[in-house]
């Protein structure tokens, strides 16, 4: 493309919209930091403080999201709002579905102007036991300096999850419009032209208990822009000094995003990152422990599914309240046990975490002033 969509020079970026893992969605996380931001179109370099501020709520089948960042610069400042919802189905036999829309607005002050698009979009997902796949479908609306511009997109993509790590692949193909200008600070307009371009990633995110590292790594095939094959790259490191603040570094290789009108930029961030839980912590909140009592070949057998987990600790009336490990078989962990048929308090512990009644047992009153799950046992 010889211009940008917009004639303004914000990226996407700050210190937080490198990614976290799709999915995790804390209520609220605040970034604070510097960051370095180079416009390769236009040949400008802005470096100064940014923030970042995102809130997040489930309720039932139904999302919603707010996020918001700023980079200040002397004499100027850009950002970006977005504001998204929707609902998703229940899986059933490892399918769901998703509905959504989005609401995104980015500014800039150096040069005027301003881009908004409304996107509506739908999703199908496939999950199994260690990945899945999906298919996303987008119509989007953007409101830019000389009028709207129509867009839809298509993307599809493949997962592959391991307790510690995820490695996703996707390709999107993207049909848009961009207006183009000329000049200093691009302030003539000279038309619109049509956008169309693949891009085929590859991004990566492994975690430990207080350390994560995300990164991916692909191209955007564009017979219409300058170069018909152009890198896409970025990288984040986190590291939590606690259980709730973390030391954010990331580096980035953005190219345009025509459809919410976001310049290419390249950008280096330092900051902090408030309010995000540990990866061990969120690891463990995910970890739904199922117990029950079967009958195995040389007597009863207690087997706990906690899928996610990495250990399981059980305890209870019939093992004297004393804790007792657990065999892992995959997502199922088991130990040959003496339990009598009738109902008896049980506790278990994932990961060596707080011991907790499991998902499929009411918690009840224990022998020493606590709570446990009723487990009954026929």
Do not use: C
């Amino acid at each position: 493309m010889p211009v940008s969509a917009t004639r303004f020079s914000v990226g996407l970026l700050v210190i937080a919209s490198m990614s976290r893992p799709l999915g995790a969605q804390q209520p609220v996380t605040i970034d604070v930091g510097l960051s370095a931001v180079r416009f390769p179109d236009e040949g400008l370099t802005a470096v100064g403080p940014a923030v970042r501020v995102k809130a997040a709520r489930t309720h039932g089948s139904l999302f919603a999201s707010i996020s918001g960042a700023a980079l200040g610069t002397a004499g100027s400042a850009s950002g970006y709002a977005t504001l998204e919802g929707g609902a998703r189905t229940r899986p059933r036999g490892g399918w769901s579905t998703e509905l959504g829309a989005e609401l995104s607005s980015v500014l800039g002050t150096s040069a005027g102007g301003g881009a908004s698009t409304a996107i509506a979009n739908g999703r199908a997902s496939w999950a199994f036991t260690s990945g899945g796949s999906w298919i996303h479908a987008t119509g989007s609306q953007s409101i830019r300096d000389q009028g709207s511009l129509l867009g839809r997109g298509l993307d599809a993509g493949v997962w592959w999850t391991s307790p510690s790590a995820t490695v996703a692949f996707t390709v999107a193909r993207e049909w848009t419009s961009a207006q183009l200008f000329t000049g200093p600070l691009r302030t003539g307009f000279s038309g619109t032209t049509p956008v169309g371009y693949v891009d085929a990633l590859l991004s990566l995110h492994a975690e430990g208990d207080r350390a994560s590292f995300d990164a991916t790594a692909g191209a955007r095939r564009d017979p219409d822009a300058n170069h018909i094959i152009e890198p896409i790259a970025s990288a984040t490191l986190s590291l939590w000094s606690t259980d709730t603040r973390a030391l954010v570094v990331s580096v980035a290789r953005q190219l345009p995003d025509w459809v919410r009108g976001a310049d290419a930029a390249d950008a280096v961030s330092i900051g902090i990152r408030f309010m995000q839980p540990t990866p061990e912590a969120e690891r463990l909140a995910r970890v739904v422990p199922v117990v029950q009592v079967a009958d195995g070949t040389n007597g009863r057998v207690l087997r706990v599914r906690a899928t996610g987990a990495r250990r399981i600790d059980v305890m209870g009336d019939f093992t004297d309240w004393q804790e007792v490990a657990l065999t892992p078989h995959g997502e199922l962990f088991e130990r040959a046990i003496a339990v009598s048929a009738g109902t008896h308090r049980v506790l278990v512990r994932v990961d060596g975490g707080a011991w907790r009644p499991a998902a499929n047992t009411p918690a009840v009153d224990d022998d020493f002033g606590g709570r446990a799950g009723l487990l009954v046992v026929p």
